[in-house]
């Protein structure tokens, strides 16, 4: 961290860099209501190891692994869920080619950052691959049909998010990690409307955090 923090300090900004990472939540609730159970699983381990790898840093404590660890789950687990969203929303490919293209994609991801998850090339070449796939695509069967609205709402938030992520770089400037953990909460938004830019039948996030929704559309799926 850049400043010297005191231990007060150092808890608050575990429990906000942490629990921040609950942005995420309506994003699982709508996978798991969608069947989409890949996406699920990817999606909790990336809440999980994020969560844990931000809380145990900042206090420089074990919860099972060491926070490096955690920091390469985390990795892993947002890489995959990029190309993911990418896959499954950007491309004229069947269900089953998308499982398919899922599980190749997290085995490319996997040779990356079992070599080094520290160079950031080993983070954007698995996402580069998945792009241009996604480009190849594109040319041999057409841009596919989005929900604007969807899309619209997704990159509103992706933009602010990719804004407070850039103003976390710099960990001398980001007092008690806020920026970054603005990344979290923004990310968490617009993932939820990405996910949905090909589905005609629509939700709001606001929708997947009211405990009446879920009470009356979540719950009675499962």
């Not at 939540?25 to 990336?46: A, D, N, Q, S």
């Not at 892993?76 to 069947?94: D, E, H, M, P, R």
């Not at 080094?116 to 841009?143: D, Q, S, Y």
Request: glycine share 4%; net charge positive.
């Amino acid at each position: 961290m850049g400043y010297e923090y005191s231990e007060k300090e150092k808890l608050l900004t575990a429990f906000i860099s942490g629990f921040s990472n609950f942005a995420l939540i309506p994003g699982l609730f709508l996978m798991k209501y969608k069947r989409r159970y890949f996406e699920f699983y990817i999606g909790f381990l990336t809440f999980l190891s994020s969560f844990l790898y931000h809380f145990t840093e900042s206090i420089a404590i074990k919860i099972i692994l060491k926070p490096g660890r955690w920091h390469k789950l985390d990795n892993i687990g947002s890489i995959s869920g990029i190309n993911s969203l990418l896959i499954n929303n950007f491309n004229n490919f069947s269900s089953e080619n998308k499982l398919e293209a899922n599980f190749i994609s997290l085995i490319i991801i996997f040779l990356f950052q079992f070599d080094h998850f520290w160079k950031i090339e080993n983070t954007i070449f698995p996402i580069l691959i998945c792009l241009a796939c996604m480009l190849v695509n594109f040319i041999l069967k057409g841009v596919p049909r989005v929900n604007k609205e969807m899309l619209l709402r997704g990159l509103f938030f992706l933009i602010i998010a990719i804004i407070m992520f850039i103003f976390g770089l710099d960990d001398e400037k980001d007092y008690l990690r806020i920026y970054h953990s603005l990344w979290h909460f923004f990310i968490g938004i617009a993932t939820f409307y990405l996910w949905q830019v090909q589905e005609s039948d629509s939700y709001s996030y606001i929708d997947f955090c009211s405990i009446n929704f879920l009470k009356s559309k979540f719950f009675k799926s499962i």
